[in-house]
């Protein structure tokens, strides 16, 4: 029961019992993707170097993955280092890659214990050998969990993966008259995953910045102001009770409540 299984974690007389009282559980978003931004402006406000903005944003990884896990969300994607991210420093990048280790050898016990299949979507191959190797190994060790699928996206970019899904249709002689719009879904990196509903960005940016271009043709989006290192189960819950009050129309008219998938 994801209610109950939720408030075993977390205070049950605190602001976060009462906001998810108010989630209907059978209307949950099936996928969420979140933007994970502001690390870099947490740490400019506490005069920290940017790396300690990125650590901090790894407690809320972990909150954000356990808490969509308990509530029951099927897929979750996190935005960890886009393409264009290569174009920072190269002590920044070794830092997040040093980061992306280290949450790996601490959470892949936590990820096992919450049936929960860690995969990677993006350039893989643009990643060092020794990440590669962690993620794959983090890969293998829950290909059989049947819970939630926590996707992360690194050296990940939308266009990029367009383009990659253009050339494997190439290369696999698929008539042009059979690539469809399902026929191509089934050449991303997505694969067989159903779109996502909800899409988040924290920090306050009103921008996709290359994610998932052609997956969110329509989610519905949600921005928060508050910046990566603060994000906890609570703006979670905040975001999925303000996605139960959309109309999701598809272009069509009116179908009432918020409906989750197509
Ligand atoms: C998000 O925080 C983490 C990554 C993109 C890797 P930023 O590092 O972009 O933080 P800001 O946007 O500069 O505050
Ligand atoms: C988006 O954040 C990418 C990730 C969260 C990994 P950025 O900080 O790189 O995006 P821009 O530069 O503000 O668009
Ligand atoms: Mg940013």
């Known amino acids: 029961m994801p209610l109950s299984d939720l408030l075993t974690h977390i ?3 605190g602001p976060e019992a009462a906001l998810a009282r108010s989630v ?4 949950l978003p099936k996928h969420v993707a979140i933007i994970m931004d502001g690390n870099g402006r947490w740490a400019a406000e506490r005069h920290l170097p940017r790396v300690e903005g990125h650590r ?4 809320s990884v972990r909150d954000t993955v356990e808490s969509s896990a308990r509530m029951g969300i099927e897929v979750l994607t996190l935005y960890a280092f886009s393409v264009e991210n290569w174009k920072r420093p190269e002590t920044e990048v070794s830092a997040l890659m040093g980061l992306l280790r280290q949450y790996l050898r601490l959470e892949l016990k936590t990820l096992l214990k919450n049936n929960i299949r860690f995969n990677v979507i993006g350039q893989r191959e643009r990643l060092g ?7 794959e190994a983090a890969e293998q060790r829950t290909a059989t969990n049947t819970g939630m699928l926590f996707n992360i996206a690194l050296s990940y970019g939308g266009r990029a993966e367009i383009v ?10 698929i008539p042009a008259d059979r690539l469809d719009e399902d026929t191509f879904a089934s050449l991303l990196y997505t694969a067989g995953q159903p779109d996502p509903d909800l899409m988040i960005r924290t920090s306050g940016e009103m921008r996709i910045s290359n994610f998932l271009l052609w997956q969110i043709a329509y989610a519905e989006i949600w921005v928060t102001d508050t910046l990566w290192p603060d994000f906890r189960c609570r703006h979670l819950l905040d975001a999925i009770i303000d996605f139960q009050k959309r109309d999701r129309r598809y272009g069509a008219v009116s179908s009432g409540p918020v409906t989750v998938g197509r």
């Open 129 to 135: 050998r020794e990440v590669r190797e962690e993620l």
């Open 56 to 59: 901090a944003g790894i407690e």
């Open 11 to 13: 205070d049950p007389a």
């Open 24 to 27: 209907n559980f059978d209307r």
């Open 164 to 173: 990659d899904a253009a050339r494997r249709a190439i290369r696999e002689g």
